[in-house]
C-alpha cells in the first residue's frame, strides 16, 4: 500500500476513522496480490452471528467468463458484502420478507489466509443498520470505554489519547477418541452425555492435573499449535487440567478484538487439526457429570496509547492513584450491574458447570486479595493509616499508600471476578461460547462507571479541591458504595449465600429467569445511553437467549428420550433375558432349591423391572412436559418451563438409566462408558 493508505488503516485501528472508498480500492488491491501469492482463490467476510459461533460465505476471485476471465477484488468488496443470512437467529427483527443483511469490514482485526481462502473479520447488521451478530455492539462497547477512560487517565497524563482493552482468553476442553464419541448419540448431537454413571476413578487423586502430557495428546497440541502460528495466533500455555482428558491452552495476551477472533478460529483450528488424530475435541461446559466443567477464563486489563498499564498497581502515590481511581471505577461497575454481569454467562450450558469442581458460584463477588482488602479497609477508615504524612488527610492517605506490589494477591478459585496483580480474571465464562457475549456488558458497566467518576472528580474541582484531593475522595465513595460487591472467602460455601443475600446481590437460581436482567430499566439506560444496543436489539437479544435455551433443551431432551427407548432399556432387556435363562437352568438342575441358589439373579431381575418401568414411565411423562411447554407461545415462559418441568423428568429419567448401567451386564451395554471415554 501508499504511505496514505497505510495511515488510513492505522487511523481506522486506533482511532475509528472512516477509509475513504478510494483508498479501500487501494487496500483491497494489495489485499488481493498478498492473498493470491499465499495461494487464496477466494475471499470471505467472517462474521458472528447471534449463534455464538462464526459465519461464512465465500466468493472466488475469478470474474469474467471464456478467455476473459480476470482476478478482481474491489474496495466495495472489501467494504460490504451481502450474505443474507436470514436463517440466523435475529430475535423477531427479521421478517422473511425483510431478510436483506450485510457484513461489513472491521479493520481493527487482521485478515489471513486460512484454507486457500482471505478471511475478512466483520461485522454483520441488518438492512435497517439493527446489529445481528456479537461482534458490532462489542466494538461500539469498547468505543465507549475508550472515550470514558481516556477522560479519566487525562487526569493523570495528558498525553493520552487512547485506552486500550486487553484480553487473554485461557481455553479450557476435552478430548475423546473419535469411535468413541460418534458411538455416543448424546454427544454426537448434544456435545455432552444425558445419561452415564461416573467412572469408580476420575479425577479423585489429582493426578492428571498438569501432569505429563499423553503422547496421543501431545502430536496434537504440537500440531494444532504450528497451524495457530501461522496465523499469527501466539499460544503459549498447555497443559492437562483436573478432569481426566481435559486440557488447557492460552496465547498471548493481546487487544481485545483480535484476542476474540482469534480464539474463534483458534477452536475451528483445534477441530480440524483433532480429526486428523482420530480425536474429538469437546468444548461443551460439561460434558462428564461428576467431573469438572471446561471454562473460557477472560483476563480482561486495560493500557492506555502511552504504555501506562491502568489496572497494575504503581510505585508512587500518583500512579497508585490513579489505579485506585480505575479498580474502584471496576468495583462499581460490577456491584451496580452484578446480575446483569452474571445473567451474561448463563448459557445452558454453563447450567450444569456453575457452582463446583473449580467453577465460580452463580452469584458475583469481586475478589482483591489481602493487601488489597486492608487499603481499601484503610482508604475508608482513615484513622487505621497511622502517621500523618501531610496536614490534609486525603493527601495522607495517597501518600501513605504503600507500594503495591503484582505478587501481593492469592488466587481465589471460587471467586467469579478475581484481580490476579494487573488483570481481572472473569472465570465464570462458559468454554464454548463466543467471549464478545461478556466482553460488550464488561466494557459497557466500566464506561458508565468512569463517565461517572469523572463526573464527581470535575465537580469537586469545581469547587476548588485539587485533582489529589477530588480523586481520592470520589476513590472513597466509590469503595464505600461498593463495598458489599468485595468478598474474600470460599464462595462454595452455604455461608457465602447468605451473606450475599444480605447483601442484596442475586444468585442466578434459574437462567431464563436470570435472562430478564437484559430488560430491566438499569441495563435498558445502559445500553441506549451508551450507544451500544437500541431498545429493539435489546428485546431481540433477550429472545434469542430464551430461544436458544429452548433448543438446546429440546434437543436434548429428544435425545435423552431416543437413548432411552432405543438403547438403554432393549440392553435391559435383553440382560434380563440372560436371567431368566439363568434361573431357568438353575429350576431344572435343581428344582426346589433353585430359589436360593438363584436370589442373586432374581434380585438382579426384578430391580431392573422395576427401573424399567420407571424409565419408560418418566420417558412418556418427559414427552408430555415438553409438549406441554411448546404449547406457550411466549418464549421467556417456555425456556422457564423448560428449565423446571422438562429438566426436572430429564435429571430423572438419568438417575435411572445410570443406576441400569450399572445393573446391565458390561457386555450388552450399548455404549461406551465414562471408563472408556476418560481415559485413553
Known amino acids: 500500500m501508499s504511505k496514505p493508505a497505510y495511515e488510513a488503516v492505522l487511523s481506522a485501528i486506533d482511532y475509528g476513522a472512516k477509509i475513504d472508498r478510494e483508498i ?89 489466509v486460512f484454507d486457500r481462502t482471505l478471511w475478512i473479520p466483520s461485522v454483520f447488521v441488518a438492512y435497517t443498520g439493527e446489529a445481528l451478530d456479537m461482534k458490532f455492539p462489542n466494538l ?31 481455553q479450557e476442553y476435552f478430548l475423546v477418541d473419535e469411535s468413541l464419541y460418534k458411538s455416543r448419540p448424546d454427544l454426537a448431537l448434544c456435545d455432552r452425555t444425558v445419561i452415564g454413571h461416573t467412572s469408580a476413578k476420575d479425577q479423585q487423586l489429582s493426578d492428571h492435573y498438569q501432569g505429563t502430557i499423553p503422547a496421543r495428546v501431545m502430536a496434537f497440541m504440537k500440531d494444532f499449535e504450528t497451524e495457530s502460528y501461522k496465523l499469527g495466533i501466539e499460544l503459549c500455555t498447555r497443559h492437562n487440567e483436573v478432569a481426566p482428558n481435559q486440557f488447557e491452552c492460552a496465547p498471548k495476551y493481546c487487544e481485545m478484538t483480535k484476542a476474540i477472533d482469534q480464539n474463534l478460529l483458534l477452536m475451528t483450528i483445534m477441530q480440524r487439526v483433532a480429526r486428523q488424530h482420530h480425536l474429538k475435541v469437546i468444548f461443551h461446559e460439561k460434558p462428564f457429570a461428576g467431573v469438572n466443567g471446561s471454562g473460557k477464563h477472560c483476563n480482561w486489563s486495560l493500557r492506555t496509547d502511552t504504555g501506562a498499564k491502568l489496572l497494575s498497581p504503581g510505585k508512587t502515590p500518583m500512579t497508585n492513584l490513579q489505579f485506585l481511581a480505575f479498580y474502584s471505577s471496576v468495583l462499581k461497575a460490577v456491584y451496580k450491574h452484578h446480575y446483569l454481569l452474571m445473567a451474561s454467562v448463563c448459557t445452558y450450558g454453563n447450567s450444569f458447570r456453575l457452582g463446583g469442581n473449580e467453577a465460580p458460584p452463580p452469584v458475583m463477588s469481586v475478589f482483591s486479595g489481602s493487601t488489597l482488602a486492608k487499603i481499601f479497609d484503610s482508604i475508608l477508615n482513615p484513622d487505621n493509616l497511622g502517621n500523618p504524612q501531610s496536614t490534609n488527610g486525603t493527601l495522607k492517605m495517597v501518600s501513605s499508600i504503600p507500594e503495591i506490589l503484582t505478587d501481593n494477591t492469592d488466587r481465589n478459585r ?139 433443551l429440546q434437543i436434548e431432551a429428544r435425545v435423552i428420550g431416543d437413548i432411552c427407548l432405543n438403547h438403554v432399556i432393549p440392553a435391559a432387556v435383553n440382560y434380563q433375558n440372560v436371567l431368566i435363562r439363568s434361573i431357568q437352568g438353575c429350576k431344572e438342575v435343581f428344582e426346589a432349591d433353585y430359589v436360593n441358589l438363584c436370589e442373586a439373579e432374581i ?40 428449565s423446571t418441568e422438562v429438566m426436572g423428568w430429564m435429571e430423572k429419567i438419568r438417575h435411572n438409566a445410570d443406576l441400569l448401567e450399572m445393573l446391565v451386564d458390561d457386555e450388552l451395554w450399548p455404549m461406551p462408558k465414562y471408563r472408556e471415554l476418560l481415559f485413553f
Open 414 to 552: 471460587t471467586s467469579p471476578f478475581a484481580f490476579t496483580g494487573n488483570r481481572f480474571e472473569f472465570r465464570a465464562v462458559g468454554s464454548s461460547v463466543n467471549a464478545a457475549s461478556v466482553t460488550y456488558i464488561l466494557n459497557s458497566i466500566m464506561a458508565e462507571s468512569l463517565v461517572e467518576f469523572r463526573s464527581r472528580v470535575d465537580e469537586r474541582m469545581e469547587k476548588g479541591e485539587v485533582l489529589q484531593e477530588a480523586v481520592m475522595a470520589v476513590v472513597k465513595e466509590f469503595l464505600m458504595e461498593s463495598k458489599d460487591i468485595r468478598f474474600e472467602g470460599n464462595g462454595y460455601s452455604p455461608e457465602w449465600r447468605q451473606e450475599a443475600e444480605k447483601r442484596g446481590l442475586l444468585a442466578v437460581s434459574n437462567f431464563p429467569e436470570a435472562y430478564e436482567s437484559y430488560l430491566s430499566k438499569g441495563s435498558v439506560s445502559l445500553f441506549t445511553r451508551l450507544g451500544v444496543l437500541s431498545k429493539s436489539e435489546i428485546q431481540a437479544r433477550y429472545e434469542v437467549l430464551n430461544e436458544t435455551y429452548v433448543k438446546k
Open 140 to 170: 461500539k462497547a469498547y468505543q465507549a470505554l475508550n472515550s470514558a477512560a481516556v477522560s479519566v487517565a487525562e487526569l493523570f497524563d495528558e498525553g493520552v489519547k487512547k485506552v486500550y482493552v486487553d484480553l487473554g482468553l485461557e
Open 24 to 112: 479501500a480500492n487501494e487496500i483491497a488491491t494489495g489485499m488481493k496480490t498478498w492473498a493470491i501469492e499465499m495461494g487464496a482463490t477466494h475471499y470471505t467476510h467472517i462474521f458472528q452471528p447471534l449463534t455464538g459461533l462464526t459465519a461464512e460465505k465465500h466468493e472466488a476471485f475469478v470474474a469474467g467468463k471464456g478467455e476473459d476471465v480476470f482476478e478482481c477484488f474491489s474496495g466495495t468488496a472489501l467494504v460490504q458484502q451481502e450474505p443474507d443470512g436470514s436463517s440466523f437467529p435475529s430475535g423477531g427483527m427479521r421478517s422473511t420478507f425483510e431478510a436483506r443483511g450485510y457484513s461489513a469490514w472491521d479493520p481493527t482485526s487482521p485478515v489471513y
Open 603 to 642: 434380585a438382579t431381575y426384578k430391580k431392573i423391572a422395576g427401573l424399567i418401568n420407571n424409565l419408560f414411565s418418566d420417558v412418556e411423562k418427559l414427552v408430555a412436559a415438553r409438549k406441554k411447554a411448546n404449547a406457550v407461545e411466549d418464549i421467556a415462559k417456555r425456556a422457564k418451563l423448560y
